[in-house]
């Protein structure tokens, strides 16, 4: 089995990867389910020294574990570890949010779309109602990078109070990074569809938009994330590899950067 790094699995590791190729409603670009073996595999190229942090993010271990392929078995997973799933599609965010049940919790959503519709193509469970999903379960949301979705889910929004923070509104604000967190409690699950990140950045995904987060915008987000919050769990989805572009490689940095500002 590929691990993260090509790094050997042991018990003591504080970090696990859990691959989640599922992928059942992807609606355009399709691909997801090939995500999590393509960027295990791209990892092998990182370097283990980080030079922004000064550090070997690995050095606190790094496990890998047996691919999950459904809903049902992630929400009855059980580890004490610090997971980074990476999908696979977006829906698998509501079972790995359910895991946690820690008081003051809030969830970050970074991505390009609201995916608060209640329906898509008659699918309650499809990857663009997610957060309607998790709003049942949990209302405290922030959404990062917005700049696609329907009326409806405007209207959602509005009614709702949910802290949306669309892209338009980042690109000129200084403030940005402080004013995201304090919407935040003092737990936090952070869920990343990487078409939040700008297409030239991050071009292989389900359904890109133009006009997105820069690389460090958002580095600089999640380090002050982790610094300030206790972040609970990650998940990092949509990606749709192509042999071409090497985004798969991106994401598996952006992984080992979320490891050395977690840890």
């Given at each position: 089995?590929e691990t993260?790094m090509n ?8 970090v696990?990867?859990?691959?989640v190729p599922?992928?059942?409603?992807t609606?355009?670009?399709k ?15 990182l370097?283990?020294?980080?030079e922004e942090?000064?550090k070997?993010?690995y050095q ?10 459904t809903?049902e ?7 004490d ?7 696979g599609e977006h ?11 820690q ?6 959503q970074i991505d390009?779309?609201?995916d ?16 309607r999903?998790?709003f049942?379960i ?11 979705l ?9 009614h ?7 892209m ?9 990074i402080?004013?995201i967190?304090?919407t ?9 569809d ?13 359904t890109?938009?133009p ?11 999640l380090k002050?994330?982790?610094k300030e919050?206790?972040v ?5 989805v ?9 985004s798969?490689y991106?994401?598996?940095?952006l ?7 977690k840890?």
């Amino acid at each position: 089995m590929e691990t993260f790094m090509n790094l050997p699995n042991f018990e003591e590791a504080k970090v696990a990867i859990l691959p989640v190729p599922y992928e059942k409603t992807t609606s355009y670009k399709k691909g997801t389910k090939n995500a999590p073996k393509a960027i295990l595999k791209a990892s092998n190229e990182l370097e283990l020294y980080d030079e922004e942090l000064q550090k070997e993010p690995y050095q606190v271990g790094i496990t890998t574990l047996d691919e999950i392929k459904t809903l049902e078995e992630l929400e009855k997973l059980e580890t004490d570890k610090f997971i980074i799933a990476i999908g696979g599609e977006h829906i698998i965010s509501l079972p790995l949010i359910k895991r946690h049940s820690q008081e003051n919790l809030s969830i970050l959503q970074i991505d390009a779309h609201a995916d608060l519709k209640d329906s898509f193509e008659n699918n309650k469970m499809s990857h663009a109602c997610v957060m309607r999903r998790v709003f049942e379960i949990n209302k405290n949301i922030t959404q990062v990078g917005i700049r696609s979705l329907e009326k409806k889910e405007h209207e959602f929004i509005k009614h709702n109070k949910i802290n949306t923070f669309f892209m338009k509104d980042l690109i000129y604000n200084k403030n940005y990074i402080q004013e995201i967190l304090q919407t935040l409690k003092e737990n936090v699950y952070l869920t990343i569809d990487l078409d939040a990140l700008d297409p030239s950045i991050m071009p292989d995904v389900g359904t890109p938009e133009p006009g997105g987060v820069r690389w460090y915008q958002l580095l600089s987000l999640l380090k002050q994330l982790f610094k300030e919050k206790n972040v609970v769990g990650v998940d990092i989805v949509e990606l749709c590899p192509n042999k071409t572009t090497n985004s798969d490689y991106i994401v598996s940095k952006l992984i080992y950067k979320i490891i050395g500002y977690k840890f």
